[in-house]
């Protein structure tokens, strides 16, 4: 009902808002015997925290987690996971501008009429802060897949409009912007830096692979491989549109462009994305997400109050001027959540 769990044999349910005690996330379906620690999450929670350059919010979220359950001398069990964030560094009444208007783009106006209560601070369950929860449960996630041999990867292709026109790997992390060209990238930051001086934002594209699933993942025909993905990535605040494999662009190709050839050493190109039929073809997973520019700026913009009457409102605080950067181990942690999820209830199959 309530639409705060993901998944089937392998679960999440986040809980928790970005101006209340804590946030978190409770993981079912987990193999028991898995080594874990809590610093093997860490890492991927450090990755997504606030206030890592420049572009990025100032605001201070520490996200120092804590496994309260579903751990044995190091190891899973097999229980439920319970990981806790207490929250620090909120300033509640860095929203009491707001508390009685609806910023544009943001979710205060469609949550009111949702819910009927107005909770001005923060974002609530709307905020970036929710998606600390899921990388939370996507280094889970990870674990289990890195353990099979599945790699997940995404990163900054494009930032208001400047482009990546090569492909480096390695420079990824090495970049505030974690874009994949790490010339375009000092670009990137410029035009970044320069729209937040002039209180304004901008969106980009993030694009995700994923590496080493075998052949025949997927549920078909509602719970397809590309529908949970899509599913799974539209579900994080900003994305606002996904393709796989050659996406959009397969709109305007000939069949005879399009299809990926068959050989006995495998396909020979893959405009499929590695998903036909809703089901993994074994080759490389590609897809891409369009983030849009995040709506809290700085400029006046014409908006309503709770009363119906016309104001213009400022929103002055501490946020992402581009959410691409923060954005990256998000959909990483969802996509593992995904594949998982999928790899578990494929092996269910055949009992
Ligand atoms: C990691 C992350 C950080 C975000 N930071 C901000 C932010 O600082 N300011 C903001 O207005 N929106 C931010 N957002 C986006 C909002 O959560 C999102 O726009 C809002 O929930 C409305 O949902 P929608 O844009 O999908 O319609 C962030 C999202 C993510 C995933």
Redesign the pocket.
């Known amino acids: 009902m309530a639409g705060n769990t993901y998944g089937n044999s392998f679960k999440i349910t986040t809980f928790g808002e970005s101006h209340g005690e804590a946030v978190g996330v409770i993981v079912d379906g987990v193999t028991p015997g898995i080594e874990l620690d809590e610093q093997y999450i860490q890492t991927q929670m450090d990755r997504?925290k606030?206030g890592q350059s420049s572009v990025t919010?100032p605001?201070k979220e520490y996200d120092v987690i804590r496994i309260l359950s579903g751990m044995f001398e190091g190891k899973t069990t097999g229980t439920p996971l319970f990981i806790m964030l207490h929250n620090t560094d909120m300033k509640p009444e860095a929203y009491n501008d707001i508390q009685n208007s609806f910023?544009p783009?943001?979710?205060d106006f469609t949550y009111l009429k949702k819910y009927g209560i107005r909770d001005h601070r923060g974002?609530g369950r709307?905020?970036?802060?929710?998606?600390a929860a899921r990388v939370a449960g996507g280094a889970v996630a990870r674990k289990l897949l890195e353990d099979r041999g599945i790699s997940v990867l995404a990163y900054t292709k494009e930032i208001g409009g400047i482009k990546c026109e090569t492909y480096i790997e390695d420079q990824i992390e090495k970049n505030a912007v974690r874009a994949c060209d790490p010339e375009a990238a000092l670009r990137m930051i410029e035009k970044i830096e320069h729209l937040a001086s002039m209180g304004d934002?901008c969106g980009g594209i993030v694009e995700c692979r994923i590496r080493g699933v075998l052949p025949g993942i997927g549920e078909p025909v509602f719970d397809k491989l590309d529908a949970e993905l899509a599913k799974a990535m539209?579900s994080?605040?900003?994305?606002?549109g996904i393709e796989f494999g050659a996406g959009f662009a397969a709109a305007v190709m000939l069949g005879s462009e399009h299809n990926d050839e068959m050989s006995k050493s495998g396909f020979l190109s893959n405009n499929a994305g590695g998903i036909v039929g809703g089901i993994s073809t074994g080759e490389e997973i590609v897809f891409r997400l369009a983030v849009?520019p995040?709506?809290?700026i700085s400029l006046p913009q014409h908006t309503i109050d709770i009363h119906g009457q016309e104001k213009m409102i400022e929103?002055i605080g501490?946020?992402?001027p581009c959410?691409c950067p923060?954005?990256i181990p998000?959909v990483e942690a969802m996509a593992c959540i995904v594949v998982e999820d999928l790899i578990k209830r494929q092996a269910a199959m055949f009992g």
């Open positions: 997504r606030p919010t605001r910023r783009g943001h979710a974002s709307a905020s970036g802060r929710e998606t934002s539209l994080i605040g900003a994305v606002k849009k995040t709506s809290s929103t501490r946020h992402d959410i923060r954005i998000v």
